[in-house]
Nanobody, 126 residues
């Protein structure tokens, strides 16, 4: 059984930084074999992707957060990270880690993803 567990969410002020972590576990689950992505969802809004790393390590960042967010992974720890800098109030949301089954290319469509964490809350005040 695959488990994705996010951590690192917090309440911060505008301009500050946060790093979220997502640790994966499961009998044969290795993050380096999957597209791993971060999504966020604010109340009343659709879930949107904010970072993705494919199995080859290629990182995709959407224009909405480019220059402020980036992602990385530590294969030895089976952990994915989301580094968020210069946070803004509009970044307030629940942040989720997600994974596709091996071999599938990363997408920004949350319904494509097979595995999800429970989420970690980020709140940014002005």
């Amino acid at each position: 059984q695959v488990q994705l567990v996010e951590s690192g969410g917090d309440s911060v002020q505008s301009g500050e930084s946060l790093r979220l972590s997502c640790t994966a576990s499961g009998y044969t689950f290795s993050i380096s074999s999957h597209c791993m992505a971060w999504f966020r969802q604010a109340p009343g809004k659709e879930r949107e992707g904010v970072a993705a790393i494919d199995a080859d390590g290629y990182i995709s960042i959407p224009r909405s957060v480019m220059g402020r967010f980036t992602s990385s992974r530590d294969n030895a720890k089976n952990t994915l990270y989301l580094q968020m800098n210069s946070l803004k109030p509009e970044d307030t949301a629940m942040y989720y880690c997600a994974a596709l089954t091996p071999g599938r290319p990363c997408t920004w469509t949350h319904k494509d993803y097979n595995y999800w964490g429970q989420g970690t809350q980020v709140a940014v005040s002005a």
